[in-house]
């Protein structure tokens, strides 16, 4: 079954740091950008950014800068975002969503299950 | 960066009925407008693409239109399954921005 899975969920103390992880199962993420969009409890979608998964390169939302961080390792076909110096209003859903092939701005036709990061002392 | 509107906020239908939601740009995005609906506890689904672009699987009762700054979602006759919340999504320019959302419940 073609699809896309992401790591289980995540309680981090504020200033912590917390990685998600996202693989493609029954194709491989090979030729496609890989989106990152959060959402926070009962609220909208937020695009934070995408990685091209052959080049490694990465484009973030401005809000997110400095902050995040997406990566991938093509060994293991895994795409994985960082997000650093957590705050309590970071305790959102995390999803990952497959985008296109011919440049990253394209349709996010396959999500992820999402990774819900809950942040509290 | 493009803002993106929805209205109406909440659309109250009779199943079998019609239901048309909107969304707006801020700016043109061409066609690079893309509709997606997300259950309670589900992660978004695709629907339309390019405006006007059924994706894999959707059903024929749902049908996007307009380009530009104006869009059209159009269920023809509502299931209990879509009753959801829609968000448009417009990926013709950086940073890409997502509606706040249109909730379709029963009325």
């Known amino acids: 079954q073609v699809q896309v899975v992401q790591s289980g969920a995540e309680v981090k103390k504020p200033g912590a740091s917390v990685t998600v992880s996202c693989k493609a199962s029954g194709y491989t993420f090979t030729g496609y950008f890989v989106h990152w969009v959060r959402q926070a409890p009962g609220q909208g979608l937020e695009w934070m950014g995408w990685i091209n998964f052959n080049s490694g390169g990465t484009n973030y939302a401005q809000k997110f800068q400095g902050r995040v961080t997406v990566t991938r390792d093509t060994s293991i076909g895994t795409a994985y975002m960082e997000l650093s110096r957590l705050r309590s209003d970071d305790t959102a859903v995390f999803y990952c969503?497959?985008?296109?092939?011919?440049?990253?701005?394209?349709?996010?036709?396959?999500w992820g299950q999402g990774t819900m990061v809950t942040v509290s002392s | 960066e493009i803002v993106m509107t929805q209205s109406p906020v909440t659309l109250s239908v009779s199943p079998g009925e019609r239901a048309t939601l909107s969304c707006r740009a801020s700016?043109?995005?061409?066609?690079?407008l893309a509709w997606c609906q997300q259950k309670p506890g589900q992660a978004p689904r695709l629907l339309i693409y390019?405006?006007?672009n059924r994706a894999t699987g959707i059903p024929a009762r749902f049908s996007g239109s307009g380009s530009g700054t104006e869009f059209t979602l159009t269920i023809s006759s509502l299931q209990s399954e879509d009753f959801a919340v829609y968000y448009c999504q417009q990926y013709n320019h950086w940073p890409f921005t997502f509606g706040p959302g249109t909730r379709v419940d029963i009325k």
């Open positions: 390019g405006a006007s």
């Open positions: 969503a497959r985008g296109g092939k011919v440049g990253p701005y394209t349709p996010f036709d396959m």
């Open positions: 700016q043109s995005v061409g066609s690079d």
